[in-house]
């Protein structure tokens, strides 16, 4: 069978937003915010593996959260480093996509939609991930 979807990924110390293309790579879904313990990086990937069997994954597109100035700093190391750690496990390609700023959009939709503080916290992730990988799909 073809494989034919993107899989966003907004990866953070204790969870991973994931998001998915219909298809056609046209339009970007949320799928799930996926909890892991602290740092254990490892746990992330075995879910990002299944997820890319369930969804049909051609390709992943993972934030890279450098700091306003362009700097790479820690949190987008651990980026790096993840799609690795990926790439060393499977032959689906990962591309690093800027997304600095991507929270705070993804904030400002949630709360623009009137979702609570608490519910926001539990799907901005999802929406962080759907924010960049549908850039990434309408820049195709």
Do not use: W
């Amino acid at each position: 069978m073809m494989k034919t979807r993107v899989l966003g990924l907004d990866l953070g110390s204790v969870t991973l937003g994931v998001a998915v293309s219909d298809g056609l790579c046209m339009i970007a879904r949320t799928v799930e915010t996926y909890r892991f313990n602290p740092d254990n990086y490892k746990a992330a990937v075995e879910r990002v593996l299944e997820l890319i069997e369930e969804l049909d994954v051609k390709e992943i597109v993972l934030g890279l959260p450098k700091h306003m100035n362009g700097d790479i700093g820690i949190r987008a190391q651990i980026s790096i480093d993840f799609k690795e750690m990926i790439e060393a496990r499977c032959d689906t390609p990962v591309i690093l996509i800027d997304e600095r700023l991507s929270t705070v959009a993804a904030h400002k939709i949630l709360i623009s939609a009137d979702v609570s503080r608490k519910n926001r916290k539990k799907v901005v992730d999802q929406v962080a991930a759907l924010q960049f990988l549908q850039g990434y799909l309408d820049s195709k």
